[in-house]
């Protein structure tokens, strides 16, 4: 029962088209998230199960239009379900 816990940063990148102006804007983003699993090993080196993730967005971007205002972003929060495939190597 493996309980994995994850951080991810990077920038996100906007473009306008269609206006008389196009600029770009740059934006950083954080998340974090923790990926419990239930793996069954049928061998000492391989072994299959379910993962679970539940990842919160920490520092989300946001992006305004002088004539609209924010532009919508990525939600707070998502989760999921994935099936494993695990690998040991010696």
């Known amino acids: 029962f493996p309980l994995q816990v994850g951080l991810d940063a990077g920038l996100a990148h906007a473009r306008g088209y ?4 196009p600029r770009s804007s740059t934006r950083p983003w954080v998340s974090a998230g923790l990926f419990p699993a239930a793996l069954w090993r049928a061998t000492p080196h391989f072994a299959l199960g379910v993962g679970a993730e539940l990842s919160a967005v920490l520092l989300r971007p946001l992006f305004r239009l002088a004539d609209v205002g924010s532009l919508p972003s990525a939600s707070g929060a998502h989760g999921g379900l994935a099936a494993r495939i695990q690998v040991r190597f010696p």
Do not use: R, S
């Not at 269609?18 to 102006?21: A, K, L, N, Q, R």
């Open 18 to 21: 269609g206006v008389t102006t």
